[in-house]
């Protein structure tokens, strides 16, 4: 089982900071709802603590406080483009040292945490506006998925 022991410090830097950059990617969305936004991520951490055990990786994972470094970009497009770059360089990171499995779960951890925010505040009466969903799949994209539900190996 892989761990944030087989990873340099900064290789887990970057895992680490995907799911909250994912959830912050989805917050700069749509404006409204930040508070609700950003307790949703928390949750999502939460319960996926509750699953401890399934995984060393995602336990090690949830285990740390979500963190993302917001103020670094000076526009809502640089932080999109910096931030889509970042997921892809978690999963590059992680890929050759995980296992498939590992890694899909890690993937569907990071579209949970932004499906969370996104669901979090109903923007224009509807649950998921579009930029949030455009966002969500920005982000599904740039971790190589093709939908949300995990899928077994690659």
Known sequence: MTGK????????????????????????????????????????YTEARQKHGQSTLLDELVASKPKTDHTRYHSPEELRQAGLGHLRDSIRVLEPKATPTEVSEVKQFIVTVAERVAHAH??????????????????????GQTSSPPTEGR
């Open 5 to 44: 022991a087989d990873f340099s410090a900064a290789e887990w830097e970057t895992i680490s900071e995907a799911p909250a950059t994912a959830g912050l990617l989805v917050m700069t969305a749509q404006r409204g709802g930040v508070f609700r936004e950003t307790l949703a991520i928390a949750k999502a």
């Open 122 to 143: 109903r923007e224009a009466g509807v649950d998921v506006s579009p930029a949030e969903q455009a966002a969500i799949q920005e982000i599904t994209d740039a971790l």
